[in-house]
Nanobody, 123 residues
Framework: QVQLVESGGGLVQAGGSLRLSCAAS????????MGWFRQAPGKERDFVAA????????YYADSVKGRFTISRDNAKNTVYLQINSVKPEDTADYYC????????????????WGQGTQVTVSS
């Protein structure tokens, strides 16, 4: 059983930056590909980014490409999401998730989920 805990969310002005972290425990972190998803109020949970177990392969939603960067540190059992040039439409709860095997954009394929961290962007 893997436990995931997100942190780093908060209130940020449009154009600013922040870094989300997701700390994993209870499993072999390097066995999992990791993903970030987000859910805005009243909307479905959407794929944001994913990274392979070794950090070599990364994938992004078109809406965040060039502004968001996913990375991981297997020694620290942590995956990160660097968010730059934030926009009001980035306001959402952000969730990290873990999946065995290849990273995927499909939320239903992820085994483990964190509780989420809220990001609010003011204009």
């Amino acid at each position: 059983q893997v436990q995931l805990v997100e942190s780093g969310g908060g209130l940020v002005q449009a154009g600013g930056s922040l870094r989300l972290s997701c700390a994993a425990s209870g499993g072999t972190f390097s066995s999992y590909a990791m993903g970030w998803f987000r859910q805005a109020p009243g909307k479905e949970r959407d794929f944001v980014a994913a990274i392979s177990w070794n950090g070599i392969s990364t994938y992004y939603a078109d809406s965040v490409k060039g502004r968001f960067t996913i990375s991981r540190d297997n020694a620290k059992n942590t995956v990160y999401l660097q968010i730059n040039s934030v926009k009001p439409e980035d306001t959402a709860d952000y969730y990290c998730a873990a999946v065995v095997g290849r990273p995927t954009r499909r939320a239903g394929e992820y085994y483990y989920w964190g509780q989420g961290t809220q990001v609010t962007v003011s204009s």
